[in-house]
């Protein structure tokens, strides 16, 4: 029977510029959503730990001293232990440096972008990871176009007007499983899209999970996202 991943990496070390001047004291993974009193580092862990993970390896970097002074004092749902890059090695090389403070090397993990507010299944994700024999596997989400679309018919007469439609396109959402395997194939530095996934997707070993329809996932990326965030939440509960 397939194991299923009670371990999981945050990268949690990016400057998050373009969320100035939030970021100035902080480092992204720490930007609360409004509303919540709760950064996003600490919505990502109560959703881990809800989906089976017992044991979280953060990565930091930038202003690495506020993330693990507030994971120090905080009540987590989990076991979390930081590792903080000295220099810059890029995603790729950053996973795989906090990959080897995993307590279950040998197991599959979890993995995700430090700045992903979502909800879903992670279990399922796992499920189809291993039932596709995957070396890998990434969410895939597909994000509302920021603008505005317009409908036309063949003869070029307006039809309609459709207010931030789905994209056509699924994107890479930030979250994956991994095979134990994965961790020696990534780059010592440098980003494993570029180099460990186009590999993988020949040989055929690169899976992608649809969210299921009506998962929430949003990237906080700029204060618009973070007031949307704040607008979905209040709507969600409402």
């Not at 204060?223 to 704040?230: I, R, V």
Request: aromatic share 8%; with cysteine; proline share 8%.
């Amino acid at each position: 029977m397939q194991t299923l991943p009670t371990q999981a990496v945050i990268l949690a070390g990016g400057q998050g510029s373009r969320l100035r001047p939030y970021t100035d004291d902080r480092p992204k993974p720490m930007v609360e959503i409004p509303g919540t009193g709760i950064p996003i580092i600490g919505h990502q862990l109560s959703w881990l730990a809800a989906e089976g993970v017992t044991d979280a390896v953060v990565s930091c970097g930038h202003l690495a001293e506020v993330l693990q002074e507030w994971l120090d004092s905080a009540v987590l749902p989990l076991r979390v232990t930081t590792v903080v890059e000295t220099e810059p090695l890029g995603r790729g090389g950053g996973l795989k440096y906090a990959a080897k403070s995993l307590p279950l090397p040998d197991e599959p993990w979890y993995a995700t972008n430090g700045d992903i507010w979502t909800r879903f299944s992670l279990r399922e994700m796992a499920e189809f990871h291993a039932e596709r024999d995957a070396v890998a596997t990434l969410a895939l989400a597909r994000p509302r176009i920021p603008w505005g679309a317009v409908e036309t018919d063949e003869f070029g007469h307006v039809l309609d007007f459709i207010e931030s439609p789905p994209s056509p396109y699924l994107i890479n959402a930030g979250v994956y499983v991994f095979s134990s395997a994965f961790t020696n194939l990534l780059p010592d530095r440098g980003d494993h899209e570029r180099t460990t996934f186009p590999r993988l997707a020949r040989e055929r070993s690169l899976a992608g999970f649809p969210l299921p329809q009506g998962a929430y996932w949003r990237a906080i990326d700029t204060a618009k996202d973070l007031t949307e965030a704040a607008r979905e939440l209040a709507s969600r509960s409402g």
